[in-house]
């Protein structure tokens, strides 16, 4: 059978009752996640949303979803695009690192407005266990195209894969056939954008991309569902996404992992930094020896990280002054000397002071990326990293798994202090009852009657 073919099956006939506990608990875990670094990337720290959501108003009034904090009634589309670029502007948001997509960033921004429109406008409601499946029917569909690909990426992939995901998570949603199950993931498919252009300049537009594709796939919704035609081999075709987007591919550990019902939420991991995900094991190494040694930047006179080709590729850029927060992000050196002068790298890392402080500029000739012996253009590991003191010393480390993916995972006390964490960086304030409601609600999301009342807990109206 034909990846095509495999996928829409898959999506047509999965349903809540054929998860397994621990694939529901996943989805309940990074639901919640995704939602909370949805709401810290509303706040201040992020000025560039305000001028999204200033675009969006553009693009007309509606009563289809909701911006998430302000409850701003949007068309579906335009709450999806702005919900969306919300999650990723700040590289928080989980990520599979098999597949190297971000596959809740367009998917839960998409979903949860495809959810609030068909109850708004439809009549409908959407329950916490429809919800649950039609996410898990997306991250399967992203995360096995992810895993196809046996080339660099040039497209940015936890867009476009992102999109494909969501539109087969939404047409599961609905309860869609196969005629239009097809419609919708060929129109779709002829709306994606998003290259890595974006993320070689280290500019802001690499969020945008997220949300442009999670209003595309509202937007091809409701094309498919009145009926306009579309390409059909959108996969596997000679200008499909495999061969197109990806170049290199083999669908052949996507179609063994359908045929096993294995879950792709459970390979999924938590961010724990506001960083790109490729820089996490190198962060976590250094906090560890800091920890261990009490070292600070000045004890430090070289860091050598030895790491897979994707590594250098997404976080090793030069430290550059002037250079933008979506820049610093992927900025490894920059990344270390704040690891080294404050523990950890957070959310309020990137004021304007700290970018153009002299002594991480000065720190950043110290750091060098070398290639290790992983040739996998898709792996982010293994990393080792070697510190070099002033006094002499030579101190180690490795890892052969980032902290908070399913080899290395976040507690459940680690995942709550990134909730409040996220939470403490909102547009407006989120008080103890409501953080402890949301949390329940999360906890207990398969119970969740309509979607909509999540989504209640997710807005703070102004006094």
């Not at 911006?67 to 579906?76: C, D, E, K, R, S």
Request: proline content about 6%; glycine content about 8%; some cysteine.
């Amino acid at each position: 059978m034909r990846l095509t073919e495999a996928l829409l099956r898959h999506a047509r006939t999965l349903r809540y009752e054929d998860l397994a506990p621990e694939a529901v608990a996943a989805t309940r875990t990074f639901a919640m996640d995704s939602l909370a670094v949805g709401l810290s990337g509303s706040g201040p720290q992020v000025p560039l949303t305000a001028t999204v959501r200033q675009s969006i108003a553009a693009y007309g009034s509606g009563q289809g979803a909701r911006a998430w904090v302000t409850g701003q009634m949007l068309p579906a589309a335009s709450a999806a695009m702005l919900n969306g670029y919300q999650i990723h502007n700040q590289e928080f948001d989980c990520v599979h690192m098999p597949a190297v997509v971000h596959p809740m960033a367009v998917i839960m921004a998409s979903l949860v407005a495809a959810a609030e429109r068909r109850g708004n406008i439809e009549g409908q409601a959407s329950d916490g266990r429809a919800l649950i499946a039609a996410l898990n029917v997306a991250v399967d569909v992203a995360t096995l195209l992810g895993i196809c690909a046996r080339s660099p990426m040039r497209f940015f992939r936890p867009a476009m894969c992102g999109a494909l995901g969501a539109a087969l998570g939404i047409a599961h949603l609905h309860g869609a056939d196969e005629t239009l199950q097809r419609r919708m993931l060929g129109l779709t498919y002829s709306h994606l954008s998003g290259t890595m252009q974006a993320h070689v300049e280290g500019s802001p537009a690499l969020a945008l991309q997220v949300a442009l594709n999670a209003r595309a796939v509202l937007s091809c919704w409701e094309l498919a569902r009145n009926g306009f035609p579309a390409p059909r081999e959108v996969l596997e075709g000679p200008f499909g996404y495999l061969p197109l987007i990806e170049g290199g591919f083999d669908t052949g550990p996507a179609l063994r992992s359908l045929a096993a019902h294995q879950a792709q939420i459970l390979d999924v991991s938590h961010k724990a930094f506001p960083t790109g995900g490729a820089a996490h094991a190198a962060q976590d190494m250094l906090m560890e020896l800091r920890q261990r040694h009490a070292l600070g930047l000045d004890e430090v006179s070289a860091i050598e990280l030895q790491a897979p080709p994707l590594v250098r590729r997404l976080v090793g850029r030069p430290y550059m002054a002037g250079m933008e927060t979506s820049y610093a992000r992927l900025c490894l050196p920059f990344l270390l000397g704040t690891v080294l002068l404050d523990g950890r790298v957070g959310l309020s890392a990137y004021t304007a002071d700290r970018l153009a402080d002299p002594r991480l500029a000065a720190f950043a000739a110290r750091v060098t990326l070398v290639p290790n012996d992983c040739e996998d253009p898709n792996a982010l590991v293994p990393q080792s990293l070697v510190l070099t003191l002033r006094d002499g010393r030579v101190l180690r480390a490795h890892r052969d798994a980032a902290i908070g993916s399913p080899q290395r995972p976040l507690s459940r006390e680690q995942q709550l202090e990134k909730f409040h964490h996220c939470l403490d960086h909102a547009a407006r304030p989120f008080d103890a009852a409501r953080r402890a409601a949301l949390i329940s609600h999360f906890d207990q999301l398969q119970d969740i009657d309509d979607v909509r009342r999540l989504v209640d807990l997710l807005i703070v109206e102004t006094p």
